[in-house]
């Protein structure tokens, strides 16, 4: 009787473990979503800063605010873009090191619930001859 | 023979299940009928980009156009277009300048230059998939069909004690014997085999000679025909008519240290005459047809291995003892030797036995006891 508890009390166990997986997992893709939305805006930000270095000085740059365009400095313009990049290059990184945290957390579980899983095979196996 | 043992034989089914193979190919289909989307939208874009450029460029040609304004959803109102040559252009990220018509083009320009790269990487991208999805199909297709897996160790013929140079000269002896072996013979295995077993006997009776063993006379006759024949071979290869004269009188000839002396000499000039020796193998034929009138005591012993096909094997041991000696004479003799059947246990202990001599001593004393 008290192997089929001990049964019981694992697979409630290997339960919670898979949950916590499924979880993880979806925090992953969550994280490579926001990821690629990352490498695209890098994208963008890069091609309008090239385009602005290509400019001459005393050009009409606008900012599209809202309804309206604003008329902005070239210089305030090109600090503002460059600004951006090294913001989204640093949100890439840490985007990078949680999506690394995550992987060796959803690794460590799935190590974990295969052992689960062998010992509840292993319990089912010593309960079937007894 | 030896080496088909060592093959291992895995049906690749067990391997890659065909149902797991066809899984994963699908999946790869997937991912490029996904990549086909992206490549087709990005063409879209170069295409609008195109248009716009067209465009853009006929815009100032006119000093006004006469359009339909767009108000809100629904509703146009006709209007005129002025300043043709000023465009506010979108750089991105809400960032507007007021460029030119040419300006205007040359970032679009760059904008498609954009476009084409990814394009490029697109393809490349998607090469790699249908490589992998072909691959993956062939494997599921192999695996339903029930390919089998035959895997061999490579055996390295040759110790590592020998000399390199030697190792290099033996390569392509090996190679180009058994391009021999499949032209000429049809059962190749079984060639090998006797080739195998005759050139080891014909090595053990070398051994012989260098003790000057009196009482192994069946050794010291066999060693003779081959070396016979050797030395004629190379006398019609080195067109060294002296040899060969000096072949044909050590044929009658019983003395063993003599010839020893002959076979050291002929050993030495063959080294460089390897090549040479193995590119001209069907003169070499010819040659071995011309040795045969010559007087050779004990030839019977050799013909009876192989009735038919002597001539053949008879050059190829030829080829082989000559190197084989080579090899004796540059690389090191062990020298306890006495009996054939000590001959047989020094081989097995000497640098130049190689393991595929090792692995079949039975089949070397089953051939000479076939021959005699």
Redesign the interface.
């Known amino acids: 009787m008290s192997s089929a508890a001990a049964l019981r009390e694992l697979q409630r166990d290997l339960e919670n473990k898979a949950n916590d997986l499924s979880k993880l997992q979806k925090d992953i893709a969550k994280n490579h979503q926001v990821r690629k939305k990352y490498t695209i805006?890098l994208g963008?930000?890069e091609?309008?800063l090239?385009?602005?270095d290509?400019?001459n000085e005393d050009?009409?740059?606008?900012?599209?605010?809202g309804p309206v365009?604003v008329k902005?400095d070239m210089a305030e313009?090109n600090a503002n873009?460059r600004k951006?990049i090294e913001y989204i290059s640093a949100e890439l990184k840490r985007l990078d090191r949680t999506v690394q945290d995550l992987e060796e957390k959803q690794n460590s579980k799935k190590e974990s619930i295969y052992k689960l899983q062998q010992k509840i095979q292993g319990l089912q196996a010593g309960k079937a001859p007894a | 023979m030896a080496q088909r043992e060592k093959g291992t034989v895995t049906s690749l089914a067990s391997l890659v299940s065909a149902e797991e193979a066809q899984k994963a190919a699908k999946r790869v289909e997937g991912s490029i009928a996904e990549h086909q989307k992206e490549l087709d939208r990005i063409r879209h874009f170069i295409s609008d980009n195109n248009n716009l450029i067209n465009h853009i460029q006929k815009l100032p040609d006119e000093l006004h156009h006469d359009i339909m304004v767009p108000f809100g959803k629904a509703a146009f109102f006709p209007g005129r277009l002025i300043h043709t040559n000023e465009f506010?252009v979108?750089?991105?990220?809400?960032?507007?300048?007021?460029?030119t018509s040419k300006q205007t083009v040359?970032?679009l320009q760059?904008?498609g230059e954009?476009l084409d790269s990814q394009v490029e990487s697109l393809k490349a991208m998607m090469l790699d998939l249908k490589a992998e999805a072909s691959f993956f199909g062939s494997t599921a297709a192999e695996a339903a069909e029930g390919l089998v897996e035959i895997r061999e160790e490579y055996v390295e013929e040759h110790p590592t004690e020998r000399m390199s140079n030697e190792a290099d000269s033996e390569k392509p002896d090996t190679s180009s014997s058994s391009k021999v072996h499949n032209v000429e013979v049809a059962s190749e295995d079984e060639e090998y085999a006797r080739i195998m077993s005759r050139f080891n006997e014909l090595e053990k009776e070398e051994l012989e000679t260098e003790h000057v063993d009196e009482d192994t006379d069946f050794g010291c006759s066999i060693n003779k025909h081959s070396f016979e024949q050797l030395k004629i071979s190379e006398g019609h290869l080195l067109g060294n008519s002296s040899l060969k004269q000096n072949s044909e009188s050590l044929g009658q000839s019983q003395q063993n240290s003599a010839e020893r002396s002959t076979v050291e000499i002929l050993n030495v000039q063959q080294v460089p005459e390897d090549n040479y020796l193995r590119r001209e193998s069907s003169p070499q034929k010819g040659t071995s047809n011309s040795t045969k009138p010559l007087p050779q005591p004990v030839k019977e012993k050799a013909q009876a291995a192989n009735a038919s096909k002597s001539e053949i094997s008879d050059v190829k041991a030829t080829i082989e003892t000559g190197f084989d000696s080579t090899k004796a004479f540059t690389g090191s003799i062990v020298e306890h030797a006495h009996g054939l059947l000590a001959n047989a246990a020094s081989e097995t202990t000497s640098s130049q036995s190689t393991g595929l001599r090792t692995s079949k001593p039975v089949s070397r004393f089953k051939m000479q006891r076939g021959s005699r």
Not at chain 1, 59 to 65: D, P, S
Not at chain 2, 90 to 99: A, I, N, P, S
């Open positions: 805006q963008e930000n091609l309008v090239k385009e602005l290509l400019l050009a009409n740059v606008f900012k599209l605010i365009l902005q313009a873009v951006r | 506010t979108l750089l991105g990220e809400g960032y507007y300048v007021q460029r040359g970032i760059r904008r954009v």
